[in-house]
Every structure is written in structure tokens, then in C-alpha cells.
């Protein structure tokens, strides 16, 4: 534990996440990505799938880190200030969503001809169709209730609280048959009353056949506030130990790995799914994440081997402004055509790919090559900011 009371392994974790986000998020083309980047299609579990329950894990351990100062009790203080930064992490999600939709609408008006002020005027008053949830809705969704409850009741029935939540959710997707993808899946039932169809993410069928389906709906953000306030018992564990480093690794080991093998047995009768966000999903990834920072802990404040890890801290420090502005970027330099090309002109992001990385690496490898060269792009403001020590939060 640093001087300041900061856990830097928990730094380096987070930013570990964030990179790992932009870096799948954004190949060099969707059609040539290596198996282990891509998300399961449905059950099962990739390393891709491992990124984003990470993330939740870790704000789940920064919450009771940072609810502290509350006294663990709810007050007008706390509530607003959790209501707040509730509110605005969704607005900026939906901000998000509203952005990507408006370069991409103001793009095909281009390509119809019509001219270029009068599609961005067209393009960025067009709110129909925009998706209402996404990851920094669930991200706000799973923070704001988990902290609510975190400052609700006492810590010691935070796991039965978690246990009695994933099992509710286990049983409420058993017996309404949405252990399947389909458009009759209770999750997608509930955002299409809620929100509609068109403003709902479209997932594939077997048989190619798009529906709404979002695998950031609303219902399985049950499974998602198991999640976090797994993270904040992990938390606990942390703080409990009064910063004895050897003694935070084994409780963290052990908490990671009763976790673990309960998500590995129970997915017979749950599968591991993350577009459900099923309960064994979230045991099995937080109990992989507590094994993970318990492991940084050794590296990094243990054995004191810190040298590498200076690119996830930038990432680290701000993850919600890097990973913000990773998404905006991407938009803007995956819709202006902007380069010359052999037919016309192209996007940054298509000269880089096409004409730059995949005639050196080929379509496979020089796909992930622009999404580490984007990742590292990224990096320079993250790392600008980490040395002046500017830290952007809501």
C-alpha cells in the first residue's frame, strides 16, 4: 500500500482492464480476429470476456475503498454524491452511443450524397435508433445500487446479499426459459417494453438472423450487482488486513478460488454466459479477478518489480476519461474519410489497416496490430496526465 493510501496494483489492474477494452473494442477489421479476442457467441468463456467483469471487480473493490470516508452509512452527503455520479456515468454512456450513432447516420447521408453541412446538421440531430444501454450504463447501473447498499446494511450479510441476488437471478432465467438466445429471452422481453426494439443492441442467431437482444440489458444488471459487491467484500478483505501485503494475497487467494470453483460447478445447471450475465458468470470471473490482483500484489509490492507496469498505470489513473476518449475517437476516425486511397479516399483507421499494417502482418495479425497501435495512441494523453498528475473523474 503506497504512502498515500493508494493500492497500486489496483491501478495497474484497472488500467490493465482499460487497455484491454480499447484493444478489442477497436481491431484493424471485425472479419480477421483471433479466436481468443473475440466474446463467446453465447455460453462458454474467452479471455475477450474476461476484460470487462474484471473492471467491475476492481470498482467494486475501489468502492468500499472510497465509501469509507462515508463512515459506511448513508447520509445526504453520500447519497447524493452516489446519485450524481450514478446519473452522469449513464448520461456519458448514452452520450456515447448518441455520438457513434450520429457519425455513422451523417456518413451514409454523405454517401447518398447529400452535402457535408447539411449531414452533420442532420446527423447529430438525429436521435432516433440510438441504443439507451451499453457498458457505461451498466457500469453507473451496478455502481450506483451496489453503493447504496454497501452504505445499506451491515458487511457481514454482504455475501449472503450477493448469494440470495445470483440465486433469484439463476432461478428467474431458469424458469422463464432465457438461458437462450431468442427474442422471447426475459431479458430482451423486458428492454423491448421498456425501450423498444429499435433502440436496443442486435444480436446474431445460428442462422444468421439479427434481434434485439442487448448484453447490457437492463434485467442482468442482477447479475452485475452480485458482481460489484463481490468486489467490495474483496475490498474489505483488503482494508481488513491493516496493509499487511502477505496477508492480503491469502485472503484474496482464497476468497478467489472458493469463487472460481463455485462458478466452474454450479455452470451445469447455469452456464458461464456473459450477454446474460449469468450468476455463475459473475462468480467465476470475480473469483478469477481476486486471484489476479492478489497476483499483482505479489509482483508489484511484494517483490517491488514495477518497472512494467508504468503503461497500465496512466491507464489506471483515469480509466473512465481514457476509455471515454478512446470511444470518441474511434468514431471519429472510423467515419471521416480523410486519406487517399486506390478508389477515392479512406478513414485513418482504413489506411492504417489496409494499406499500412496488413501488407507487413497480413489480415489476421495486422488487425490486432492497429488495435495495439490505437491502444498505445491512447496511452500518450493517459500518460501526459499521470505525469502531471491530473486525475479526471465525475
Given at each position: ?25 477497436n481491431?484493424?477489421?471485425w ?5 481468443p ?18 473492471f467491475?471487480?476492481?470498482?467494486g473493490?475501489?468502492?468500499f475503498?472510497?465509501?469509507?470516508k ?5 447520509s ?27 457519425m455513422?447516420?451523417?456518413k ?6 447529400v452535402?457535408?453541412l ?21 457500469l ?13 446494511i451491515?458487511h ?25 438466445l ?24 445460428a ?7 442487448d448484453?447490457?440489458g ?17 475490498g ?17 487467494f ?44 505479489w ?16 491507464f ?9 476518449q478512446?470511444?470518441?475517437?474511434s ?9 487517399p ?10 489506411f ?11 489480415a ?26 491530473i486525475?479526471?473523474?465525475?
Amino acid at each position: 500500500m503506497a504512502q498515500t493510501g493508494r493500492l497500486l496494483s489496483l491501478d495497474v489492474m484497472r488500467g490493465i482492464t482499460i487497455a484491454g477494452m480499447i484493444m478489442v473494442n477497436n481491431p484493424g477489421s471485425w472479419e480477421f480476429v483471433f479466436a481468443p479476442l473475440k466474446h463467446a457467441s453465447w455460453d462458454g468463456l474467452t479471455p475477450t470476456d474476461l476484460v470487462f467483469p474484471f473492471f467491475m471487480f476492481i470498482m467494486g473493490v475501489s468502492m468500499f475503498l472510497s465509501l469509507r470516508k462515508y463512515n459506511f452509512t448513508l447520509s445526504k452527503e453520500s447519497v447524493s454524491k452516489i446519485l450524481k455520479r450514478t446519473l452522469l456515468i449513464f448520461l456519458v454512456g448514452y452520450g456515447l452511443n448518441w455520438f457513434g450513432h450520429s457519425m455513422g447516420y451523417m456518413k451514409s447521408l454523405q454517401a447518398d450524397g447529400v452535402p457535408l453541412l447539411e449531414s452533420i446538421g442532420r446527423g447529430f440531430t438525429h436521435f432516433e435508433n440510438v441504443r439507451i444501454l451499453g457498458v457505461m450504463q451498466r457500469l453507473a447501473l451496478a455502481y450506483g445500487i451496489g453503493s447504496l447498499i454497501g452504505l445499506s446494511i451491515k458487511h457481514k450479510y454482504i455475501l449472503p446479499l450477493v448469494a440470495s441476488v445470483l440465486v433469484f437471478y439463476w432461478a428467474l432465467l431458469g424458469f422463464t426459459n432465457s438461458m437462450e438466445l431468442s427474442e422471447n429471452n426475459i431479458i430482451a422481453v423486458v428492454d423491448k417494453a421498456l425501450f423498444g426494439a429499435d433502440r436496443m443492441y442486435k444480436d446474431t442467431l445460428a442462422d444468421g438472423t439479427r434481434i434485439p437482444f442487448d448484453p447490457e440489458g437492463l434485467l442482468s444488471v442482477l447479475g452485475s450487482i452480485g458482481h460489484v459487491l463481490l468486489g467490495f467484500y474483496a475490498g474489505k478483505l483488503i482494508l481488513d488486513s491493516k496493509k499487511d501485503n502477505e496477508l492480503i494475497i491469502r485472503r484474496l487467494f482464497i476468497f478467489g478460488t472458493i469463487l472460481l470453483f463455485s462458478g466452474l460447478l454450479l455452470q451445469y445447471g447455469c452456464p458461464i454466459n456473459k450477454k446474460i450475465w449469468s450468476s455463475t458468470f459473475a462468480l467465476t470471473t470475480c473469483g478469477l479477478g481476486s486471484l489476479f490482483l492478489g497476483l499483482l500484489i505479489w509482483i508489484i509490492d511484494i517483490n517491488g518489480k514495477k518497472k512494467w507496469s508504468l503503461f497500465f498505470e496512466s491507464f489506471g489513473i483515469n480509466p473512465l476519461y481514457l476509455y471515454v476518449q478512446a470511444a470518441l475517437l474511434s468514431s471519429i476516425i472510423g467515419f471521416c474519410n480523410w486519406f487517399p486511397a486506390a478508389e477515392g479516399t479512406t478513414t485513418f483507421k482504413g489506411f492504417m489497416y489496409n494499406d499500412v499494417f496488413s501488407p507487413i502482418f497480413g489480415a489476421y495479425a495486422g488487425s490486432l496490430a492497429w488495435a495495439l497501435f490505437y491502444v498505445i495512441l491512447n496511452w500518450i494523453p493517459g500518460y501526459y496526465l499521470y505525469k502531471k498528475q491530473i486525475y479526471i473523474k465525475l
